[in-house]
């Protein structure tokens, strides 16, 4: 085998003599007188022993044969091998490859058995020309940063906004109030009204006045806290003695109102109400009290208690009939006993009454002039000499609801009088109770917000209207629930507009459109999009 260099690949390779070139004649000789030019003793017969098949020339006229070739090569380099051949101590003349380090020649070593190779030379040395880097790394590098990027736009793009959904939040609860009255009062006396439910009652005077018959109402109240009757109930009977006679007669002496009984018939105790509460008679009255109260001391305490319990602090009654003028009340503590009565079914039944026949005593006729007249139902007349008073219920439609209203008449001169100021009263309330206290449509009772910055309001989609009268007020209350709505006029909700008469619900929607987020939010927004923020 021989050196070669491959000037294209820029490298030192063993050539194995399959792919060299076998040497020509004159060529060995020149390699041979060289060699023993410039070899010692030793290094020739060094030679001679292992030079190689190439370098043996047969003499003239003689034919080396490849048997003889392929043996001597084989010599040779089992002389290589073994280390027979020897570096020349020094050399004369050109050395061909001086160029060559032996020391790096030395450090990559072909293989001896060239089928093992690759390639028909094997390096030995490294490239004295630098390989050109590989570009593989970095377009595998950019084509993954490309994929990455790519993913992450299409994610950001198209995930759902389930995790950024838009926030709801309440404004503050809308609010209406209603102006105090401005009713015109009687010129004489008193008087009050209220309506049932609103707490406040509109009075032209706190000051008390006699409450005359009025006072009945209160002792009537009072019996059926002792002895209630059901609805369709008569209660016990008292049998009619000549002493019940006689005390009519003496009411009617004194100039009370009475009424005559059944002497040996029986009164019964709803009988007995009738003839105090429609016929307004003292004497039937008293036959219901005295059972119960024997004095009029022990029925003052008594009263006393049931005022104290029921919260009419401005009424005082020491005897049951009324014909005490120390029976007092203000104006405004009758419209509250008139409610209280309203609500007990016996004393309403019997107040709405415009006659009714007792046995033994004939028809008797409601006193309470305003029965009937502008939905009237009741309640009790009372007068002494020179002061007429009236308290009067109402059942009225305003607005389209039913509405009770009561009105209290104090110390007016005539039995007229107390009734033409009661009607007026009782019309001026129910006009202003027609009085519209709305809420507009419009109204903004929340907003609501967006990530991505954007905002609309909630608002009402139509008029909220309740019945509002003397300063009371309504106030809304809102349930919100976006859900999918995303676009004007979407409902989201309603309002429920609630006063102390009644209440109306309307629905509020969106006023304007949330929208989407745009690509360059949602590219730059990942954390909120993905529901991964804090």
Do not use: C
């Not at 459109?513 to 999009?529: A, C, I, K």
């Amino acid at each position: 085998m021989v050196l070669a260099t491959s000037i294209a690949r820029g490298t030192l390779a063993i050539v194995t003599s399959p792919d060299a070139p076998p040497p020509s004649r004159r060529a060995l000789r020149r390699q041979a007188q060289e060699a023993s030019g410039g070899a010692t003793a030793h290094d020739a017969a060094a030679e001679e022993r292992v030079a190689p098949a190439e370098e043996q020339v047969a003499p003239a006229g003689q034919r080396v044969t490849p048997a003889v070739e392929q043996a001597t090569a084989e010599e040779h380099d089992a002389a290589v091998d073994d280390g027979m051949l020897d570096e020349p101590e020094s050399l004369s003349g050109r050395i061909a490859l001086a160029w060559i380090d032996p020391d790096i020649v030395a450090t990559r070593v072909a293989p001896r058995d060239l089928t093992a190779a690759s390639a028909p030379f094997v390096p030995v040395l490294p490239p004295l020309i630098r390989r050109r880097r590989s570009r593989v790394p970095l377009l595998v590098t950019a084509a993954v940063l490309i994929a990455l990027v790519g993913g992450y736009t299409v994610a950001t793009q198209t995930w759902s906004l389930d995790a950024v959904a838009p926030t709801i939040a309440a404004a503050e609860a809308p609010r209406l109030e209603a102006p105090a009255s401005a009713l015109s009062w009687p010129a004489e006396g008193d008087a009050a009204v209220g309506v049932a439910g609103i707490d406040a009652v509109a009075a032209s005077s706190p000051d008390t006045a006699p409450m005359a018959s009025i006072t009945k109402l209160v002792s009537a109240l009072m019996v059926l806290d002792e002895m209630p009757l059901a609805e369709g109930e008569t209660g016990p009977s008292r049998t009619v003695t000549a002493a019940d006679r006689a005390t009519y007669w003496a009411y009617v002496s004194r100039g009370e109102s009475a009424l005559p009984v059944p002497v040996g018939g029986t009164l019964t105790q709803y009988q007995q109400l009738q003839g105090a509460l429609i016929a307004s008679a003292g004497n039937y009255v008293a036959m219901l009290t005295e059972e119960l109260w024997p004095a009029d001391a022990e029925f003052a305490a008594a009263a006393r208690d049931w005022l104290d319990r029921h919260d009419l602090s401005g009424v005082q009654v020491v005897e049951p009939t009324g014909i005490d003028r120390e029976n007092t009340a203000d104006a405004a503590s009758l419209i509250r006993l008139a409610e209280i009565a309203a609500q007990q079914p016996v004393i309403a039944e019997i107040a709405a009454t415009r006659t009714a026949e007792i046995p033994g005593v004939g028809e008797i006729e409601n006193t309470n002039p305003l029965l009937g007249d502008d939905g009237v139902i009741g309640l009790k007349t009372g007068g002494l000499v020179g002061n007429y008073n009236l308290l009067a219920d109402a059942e009225v439609t305003a607005a389209g609801q039913a509405v009770q209203v009561s009105v209290a008449v104090l110390g007016q001169p005539t039995e007229e009088l107390r009734a033409s100021e009661t009607a007026a009263l009782l019309q001026q309330a129910v006009a202003e109770l027609q009085t519209p206290h709305a809420l507009p449509a419009g109204t903004v009772v929340g907003t609501v917000s967006t990530a991505w910055g954007t905002r609309a309001e909630v608002a009402t989609t139509t008029e909220a209207s309740v019945l509002l009268w003397n300063g009371a007020t309504a106030t809304g209350e809102s349930t919100l629930d976006l859900g999918d709505a995303r676009t004007a006029e979407d409902v989201v909700g309603t309002l429920t507009f609630t006063g102390p008469l009644n209440a109306a619900t309307v629905d509020v929607a969106l006023t304007g459109d949330l929208g989407e987020p745009d690509g360059w939010w949602r590219f730059t927004h990942p954390l909120q999009l993905f529901g991964l923020a804090g």
